[in-house]
């Protein structure tokens, strides 16, 4: 009797243990993720867990606890009851339906790529991606999107109404390959592999289309990302978005790659690597006599040019550490700044007046000299 009550108290511990066990905390993910969040992170701890990789103790369990989490969560009916009932009320709700093979569905996840090793990459995207230079030089955040194509949410990329409705093709018996046998002599026979049209080499037949998709396997999406802008970020530095190229069942997706170039500015900044360029315009007087004038930067703050004396057309003046900042250090390059005299398109008589007795004295006195 009183074994009977320990083996008891022992069920009773185990299904309240199970029970604890949170899918969202399982996956890794917050409670209001997105569907394509939660994809995400069971492709990525599944491959992690899958016991093909991973021959640490547990790894298998953990591996079948992932699969689980993710059959309820990645099906929109089954996650609301979960979410609002718990894992009693899914079990009242399914009255003891078996759950998923784990490692099919790995494989249908994948499409029918047991190890994860062996599967193809899709095509990379190169993006050419332009930012203001003044985001360059103080850093930024910047949010953009990208339309890609997902596979479907709801058969997760296999095309059929359910698990149920792919069928082994009978034709080919699964391998997607028949082997045609001709005799071309008496007892001589040719054997050629070709591949099987029944399933078109899949191995698979698909007995309901998935309503969702249609049976394409993958759905149109626009997904926001945001790329940060280092400061002083080089000129057609490749930021990389790993795997967040197209999905497709065939393949693991491959990279959105930005190419981050600064916008050029007419008139006004120019930057080589760490330097900056600038184009002041001065008056005659102010080259003839000097100046303080005041120049807004990239960011804002004032930068004071100042000349004492004649400056002559062209003339360039440095101005350390006012250049981009050095990417991933914490220094300036320098300011270049080129000056450009304009001369009044017409003067008065009084001041043609003025100006020609200056000179002419002052090259008298030359002359006297
Ligand atoms: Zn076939
Ligand atoms: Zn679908």
Redesign the pocket.
Known sequence: MSQYFLSLCILVLCITYCAAADYYKVLGVHREASDADIRKAYKKLSKKYHPDKNSEEGAKEKFVEIAHAYEILSDSTRRQIYDRHGEEGLKAHEGGQQHANPFDMFANFFGGHHHADQVRKGPTSLTEFEVSLADMYTGASIDFVIKKKILCDHCRGSGAASDSDIHT????????I?VVRQQIWPGMFAQSQTS????????R?IARKCPHCGGAKILDHTQHYTLEVERGMPEGHEVVFEGEGDENPDWEPGDVILRVRSKREQGGWRRKESSLYWKQVIGIDEALLGFERNLTHLDGHIVTLKRQGVTQPGFVQIIKGEGMPVWQESKFGDLFVEYTVVLPTEISPELRHKLTDAFHRHGRGKDEL
């Open positions: 093709c009978s034709s080919c018996g699964g391998s997607g028949k099987c049209s029944e399933c078109g080499g899949r191995g037949i």
